[in-house]
């Protein structure tokens, strides 16, 4: 990114991860409707693939980034008091992050 | 008709009331109309008001819930009972006149001004009919408040929050061929509470009395940033 990096930069992180998230659900969908996994074993399988494995992942991520974006903006519109604000941050940080790292767990 | 207007004088009350009053309904007549003859009941009442055909944006009220301009708004198109309060979010002076010294200091914010890059000419800056219409939309504002005071993100962030006035004004001068700070303008509106509090509510669409659409105009500057980091 260039010398944008207050405003634009989450903004635009935040219109990306939405498009990925988009399309991944949608494409998520259509495997459920089209070629539904028959049981767990073959759910399970997806997850042996690296191409899906990586589109997951990166799912995880695009999810965290939206989420971490919006919080932020939830946070800069309600809580006034910059020691609130950091605090919540944190808060907010650590669960996303370790919301990251239980799906980063089951994956491998 | 009836008409419920806002009361309230901070220097010797405690709080805001609604006082009733009745008008024989007359043909053609505007709130502004409405307002002047509630005066003459009760010349205590406080609202500011000019020029009375919406060019001067003086008489911002807000009335059934929305904000307007008092002199183009016909009574007879509203809902009884009328309610008049004061522009939302702005503290009150007196009844319906509100202190708009923050709106302007936003404004002040995004020079409204033309910096050219050159020397300016003996004559005018010339622009050719397909620059000048960038400009439509974008120029015809007449600092009312309505958008501004409608818009919950001003609400919560008034201080930090341009509002759509001032947004819609750096948009004017962004459009601008004539105008040469166009990469210092876009810069030092690029943080987190001036011009991205804006989660396009589009109020203030729906508030503007002269049908401007800052919505649009943040949107414009958005891609002016995207285009000039490319």
């Known amino acids: 990114m260039s010398r944008y990096t207050g405003g634009l930069r989450g903004w635009v992180w935040q219109r990306f991860s939405a498009l990925y998230l988009a399309v991944f659900i949608f494409s998520l969908l259509a495997l459920f409707l089209f070629t539904p996994p028959e049981n767990y074993q073959a759910w399970r399988g997806l997850f042996s693939q690296t191409w899906w494995s990586l589109a997951f ?11 971490w974006v919006g919080f932020r903006d939830v946070l800069m519109d309600y809580v006034h008091s910059d020691f609130l604000r950091l605090l919540f941050s944190v808060f907010l940080l650590s669960l996303l992050i370790s919301s990251g790292g239980w799906a980063l767990m089951l994956l491998v | 008709m009836l008409f419920r207007i806002y009361r309230f004088d901070p220097e010797t009350e405690q709080a805001s009331s609604m006082q009733e009053f009745e008008l024989p309904m007359q043909r053609g007549m505007m709130l502004r109309d409405a307002l002047l003859l509630i005066q003459e009941q009760d010349e205590s009442l406080a609202f500011r008001h000019s020029c009375g055909e919406g060019v001067c944006g003086s ?14 708004t016909r ?83 008034p201080d930090k929050f341009l509002g759509p006035q ?18 210092a303008r876009l810069e030092y509106l690029d943080d987190a509470y001036k011009l991205f509090r804006c989660h396009t ?8 009395p002269k049908n401007l659409n800052p919505t649009k ?14």
Request: hydrophobic share 40%; proline share 7%; with cysteine.
């Open chain 2, 166 to 183: 001032a947004l819609l004004t750096a948009c004017r001068f962004l459009a601008d061929s004539r105008d040469g700070d166009k990469q």
């Open chain 1, 57 to 67: 992942l990166l799912f995880v991520v695009a999810l965290l980034v939206h989420a």
């Open chain 2, 59 to 72: 008489d911002g009220v807000n009335v059934n819930g929305s904000n307007t301009l008092a002199c183009i």
């Open chain 2, 75 to 157: 009574v007879a198109d509203l809902k009884e009972p009328i309610e008049v309060r004061p522009l939302p979010g702005r503290p009150v002076i007196r009844d319906l006149v509100v202190d708009m010294s923050q709106f302007y200091r936003q404004y002040e914010r995004v020079d409204p001004w033309l910096k050219p890059s050159e020397p300016l000419p003996e004559k005018e800056i010339l622009q050719s009919p397909a620059e000048n219409e960038k400009l439509e939309g974008l120029y015809e504002c007449i600092m009312c408040g309505c958008c501004s005071t409608a818009c919950p993100s001003f609400w919560w962030n």
């Open chain 2, 201 to 208: 509510i589009m109020s203030c669409v729906e508030a503007c």
């Open chain 2, 217 to 230: 105009a943040i949107g414009q500057i958005k891609s002016l940033m995207l285009k000039d980091q490319s």
